[in-house]
């Protein structure tokens, strides 16, 4: 049988699978949604999955894409951008794709060690050392981000597009780290547009919940 709908093979809270998500609803691509466990990976999406991590999308031709800003890229392209969020990255490439590297790189580590300190160290204290030190690297991207901001309100410019929405399903990871600690920072600008995102539409829509897929499931179209 033809599958009808790209499969999307996903994790709700997953970051990296939550942009994609983004990106797939703003460009207008259906897919079949296959929530998934990544403590009980199903066979179908080991077969799938070279590195066994989601986000994965199987198009209809066969092919596999296995990296959150590739299905990004591919999702905007395939429909010719429909919110424009590709803007800044056609006027400068090198600089979008500077801040996805520190993006992906420096702040997703220091973000990890701050977060899950105590899976990276020995003992109590230097747990609480390392996350201490982890979160005064990532606030030096913070506070970057914030300086963008407090120009335009959108990373992309006056609308929010692809640096936007590959950086804030991190930035959420940040802030739900310590809300309090993170509230009480002054990044106006940041905090705003954070804020703006956790209220939108557009992060419900690609918030809700579903059941983990199994062989046989009604294909969830999303
Ligand atoms: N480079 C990948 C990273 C994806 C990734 O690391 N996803 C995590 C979940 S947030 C994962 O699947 N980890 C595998 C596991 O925990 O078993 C991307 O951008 O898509």
Request: charged share 25%; aromatic share 14%.
């Amino acid at each position: 049988m033809t599958q009808e709908w790209p499969i999307f093979w996903s994790f709700r809270r997953c970051p990296y699978a939550m942009r994609a998500r983004l990106a797939l609803k703003s460009a207008g691509i259906t897919v079949a949604l296959r929530e998934i466990l990544l403590r009980d990976k199903p066979d179908a999406f080991l077969a799938a999955s070279k590195d066994a991590t989601v986000p994965v999308l199987e198009l209809k031709d066969g092919r596999v894409i296995e990296e959150s800003l590739d299905i990004m890229f591919w999702a905007l392209q395939e429909t010719g951008d429909p919110a424009g969020w590709l803007s800044r990255w056609s006027q400068r490439k090198q600089d979008t794709q500077a801040f996805l590297d520190v993006l992906d790189g420096e702040f997703k580590t220091d973000l990890d060690r701050y977060k899950y300190a105590s899976r990276y160290a020995a003992d109590t204290q230097s747990a609480a050392e390392l996350s201490n030190r982890h979160r005064a690297s990532g606030c030096k991207f913070l506070k970057r981000i914030d300086t963008r901001l407090s120009n335009k309100s959108f990373l992309n410019g006056y609308s929010a597009g692809l640096e936007d929405y590959a950086a804030l399903p991190f930035v959420r990871q940040f802030w739900i780290a310590d809300m309090k600690w993170f509230d009480d920072q002054n990044w106006p600008f940041l905090q705003k547009w954070l804020q703006t995102f956790l209220h939108s539409q557009v992060f419900r829509d690609v918030m809700l919940k579903y059941k983990p897929w199994v062989p046989g499931a009604t294909p969830i179209i999303f």
